[in-house]
């Protein structure tokens, strides 16, 4: 009777970790987090493609016929930078003297679900969009909706690290 309790349990057990794992279920993760809010690494993965994702798709969305400036939040790092900059092969990162830009603001990641705010131009001002995504751990995440909020926000602030500015712009892509 025991060995058959064992055995349901750990069946029961392998059933219900099998489930999360194919659900797509992961942690809540907020980049850049804020107060109470899950803190994300947004060098781990789908972070930096979740970024560069919602730049390509908010773009051909809003302003196709613009080039792609893009920006990313403070702090985020160099590597970042650079790997959402090879996902997204077009466009180029912020300079502080561009005026056309896409930012992201910030990613929020629930399980199978993630949305990405981020900052465009229109009409001579910036607003706020959020792209919506749905993936799971087999699957990549793929935007679904660009949800517009109409909210007129201050212009992008240039956080490109230098080491991303310095970098020569006929380096082949493989060597970046």
Avoid at 12 to 30: E, I, P, Q, R
Avoid at 67 to 91: A, M, S, Y
Avoid at 161 to 168: E, G, I, K, R
Wanted: with cysteine; proline share 10%.
């Amino acid at each position: 009777m025991r060995k058959h309790n064992l055995l349901n349990a750990i069946s029961l057990t392998a059933v219900f970790v099998s489930a999360l794992f194919l659900s797509g279920c992961a942690a809540s993760m907020t980049y850049p987090e804020y107060a109470g809010a899950p803190k994300a690494d947004p060098s781990l993965q789908p972070m930096p493609n979740l970024m560069a994702d919602a730049l390509k798709f908010s773009h051909q969305r809003t302003s196709p016929e613009q080039e792609l400036v893009f920006n990313l939040p403070p702090t985020t790092p160099v590597q970042v930078w650079r790997g959402v900059g090879k996902r997204l092969d077009i466009g180029r990162p912020m300079t502080a003297s561009d005026t056309m830009v896409w930012s992201v603001r910030q990613v929020r990641l629930s399980g199978g679900r993630a949305e990405v705010d981020v900052v465009y131009p229109t009409q001579g001002i910036y607003q706020i969009a959020t792209v919506h995504f749905v993936g799971s751990t087999a699957q990549p995440f793929y935007p679904t909706m660009l949800q517009f909020w109409l909210v007129p926000v201050d212009a992008p602030t240039c956080n490109t690290p230098q080491a991303v500015l310095d970098q020569p712009k006929d380096q082949p892509k493989s060597a970046q």
